[in-house]
Nanobody, 128 residues
Framework: QVALVESGGGSVQAGGSLRLSCVFF??????????MGWFRQAPGKEREAVAY???????IYADSVKGRFTISKDNTKNTLYLQMNSLKPEDTAMYYC????????????????????WGQGTQVTVSS
């Protein structure tokens, strides 16, 4: 069994920063071999892939957040992070972390938003 619990969302003004956290509860083997990613969904829009990090620490970002967001993880705490800087109103969304047990398909499944395990989400609101 795997559970993901996000925190750190909130309301900020444009230009501000937030750091999201996602704690992974479950098998240490699954955590160590999984890809983990952040996704977001704004009202009335499809879920969007934001960033992912693979088990070797390799990262990929959506063009819309590149240079502003940084994904990282602390393996001593089984925690995934998303540091969000220079926030814009269009970043407003529910943010979800997710993990996937298909390490050879990290990028493909991230693009298709098909990760296996999902958190409940944390709301980020950016005002202008």
């Amino acid at each position: 069994q795997v559970a993901l619990v996000e925190s750190g969302g909130g309301s900020v003004q444009a230009g501000g920063s937030l750091r999201l956290s996602c704690v992974f509860f479950g098998s240490g083997y699954i955590y160590s071999t999984s890809c983990m990613g952040w996704f977001r969904q704004a009202p009335g829009k499809e879920r969007e892939a934001v960033a992912y990090i693979d088990s070797d620490g390799g990262t990929i970002y959506a063009d819309s957040v590149k240079g502003r967001f940084t994904i990282s993880k602390d393996n001593t705490k089984n925690t995934l992070y998303l540091q969000m800087n220079s926030l814009k109103p269009e970043d407003t969304a529910m943010y979800y972390c997710a993990a996937d047990g298909f390490p050879n398909l990290c990028f493909y499944r991230w693009l298709r938003r098909e990760y296996q395990y999902w958190g409940q989400g944390t709301q980020v609101t950016v005002s202008s």
